[in-house]
Structure formats: C-alpha cells, structure tokens
C-alpha cells in the first residue's frame, strides 16, 4: 500500500533560522508530489508540486524552496525562517487506487518563535 | 472569486443528527470531487470521491455532485461524536495536477 513519511512531526525554530522537512513515498514510483501548508484555522494551500525528479514547480511566491533530489523524496526548505512561516505542512500524493485523489502524510508542524 | 467556497462553520449538533455539509466550485470543468476529514493535529484522509455528477453512497455518508449549479454536498447519517472534526471539499480537473481544497468545516457532534 502507499503511504507517506514526513519528518520531523513537529520543529520549533527562531526567527532567521534554516529549515529542512523530508518527505518520502512507498509503495509507488514516479509519483506526482506536493507540499502543501496549512496555516492555523486556515485551508489548505499549495506550495509546491513535481511532477519528477528535479522538475519543480512553484504556486506561492516566497522565502521556501523545495527539490526532489530522488524518485520518492521531496524536500522543503527555507534560508531563513519568518515568524509567518509558522504552520502545518503537509506532503501529499496520487492514491493510484481511488482515482486522481490524493492522500496526506502525518504533517510537521512548525512554530517559528 | 476563490474557485471553491466552503463555510468555515464551526457547526454544533447533537448526537444522532443528520448533518449536511456543502461547497460550491466556480469552474464546470472540475470532473473529481472529493471530501477529507481531518482530526485536530493530523493530515487529512480521503473520506469519499465521485468523478462527474451523481451520488456515491458509503456507510453512514453519501456524497452528492450537482454539476448544473456547481454544488457538491457531505451528508452524516446518525452523527457520532467520533465525527467531530473538519471536513474539506475539493476539487480536481481531469488530467490536472492540482487538487484545489475549500477552507473546511468545522464539526462539532455533542453527546
């Protein structure tokens, strides 16, 4: 089955400090990937997709970057964090078995302070 | 105009009740409707998704699509407080890439 792995599940990081989130898939290959964030009380909103290795593209202009540096691996970073950086990010890809809808792993929740 | 409007709520009724949640999307090309559920402090889990128009029943829920008014509705049969939570709609393309969410409705079912 396909399932999602984010790390860290929650990070507290200052003001100007450097940020890494990891996110791998199983049980697929090629797969579409998304970073989206969730600020508090807010939806869902979409920061970055890829579609394969080394193409990103990016929904929200901002301090955050992401790569792909491999098939199932997809990473989220900023140089130096704002506090309006605060939020839950989630990594999200295609369920192969429920049509084109995809699925969410567990989320890292990040409190800039 | 956001693509897919969703009342935030929160929305409070009691056990046993029938609850109705509802979106409206702007674009008629949208093919793929989906709702998540989401617990406090967790990624969102696919609950149900209907390709084009129609209804799609699963246990207690029942998801309906009325593509003529671009309106897609969550129906809870017999709401339990285990289905406190909030609940996504979203929307998707066919062939698209991305899948475009509503800001969620919050539910709240009172023992």
């Known amino acids: 089955s396909q399932t999602i792995h984010q790390w860290p599940a929650t990070l507290v990081q200052p003001v100007g400090s450097p940020l890494s989130l990891e996110c791998t898939v199983e049980?697929?290959?090629?797969?579409?990937l998304y970073w989206y964030r969730q600020a508090a009380g807010r939806g869902l909103q979409l920061l970055f997709y890829?579609?394969?290795?080394?193409?990103i593209s990016s929904e929200v202009p901002q301090n955050l970057s992401a790569s792909r540096p491999q098939d199932r691996q997809f990473i989220l970073s900023s140089k130096k964090l704002l506090l309006s950086d605060s939020g839950f990010y989630l990594c999200?890809?295609?369920?192969?078995?429920?049509?084109?809808?995809?699925?969410f792993g567990e989320g890292s929740w990040l409190t800039v302070v | 105009q956001k693509e897919v409007e969703q009342d935030p709520g929160p929305l409070s009724v009691p056990e046993g009740a029938i609850v109705s949640l509802n979106c409206t999307y702007s674009?008629?090309?949208?093919?793929?409707f989906m709702w998540y559920r989401q617990y406090s402090r967790k990624g969102p889990e696919l609950l149900m998704y209907?390709?084009?128009?129609g209804n799609k029943e699963d246990g207690r829920f029942t998801a309906q699509v009325d593509k003529s008014s671009k309106y897609i509705s969550l129906f809870i049969r017999d709401s339990q407080p285990s289905d406190s939570a909030t609940y996504l709609c979203?929307?998707?393309?066919?062939?698209?890439?991305?899948?475009?969410f509503g800001a969620g409705t919050r539910l709240f079912v009172k023992a």
């Open positions: 209907t390709y084009s128009s």
């Open positions: 890829s579609v394969g290795i080394g193409q």
């Open positions: 999200a890809s295609y369920l192969t078995a429920a049509g084109n809808t995809i699925y």
């Open positions: 674009n008629s090309a949208f093919q793929y």
């Open positions: 049980g697929t290959s090629n797969p579409n």
């Open positions: 979203a929307v998707l393309y066919t062939g698209g890439f991305k899948t475009i």
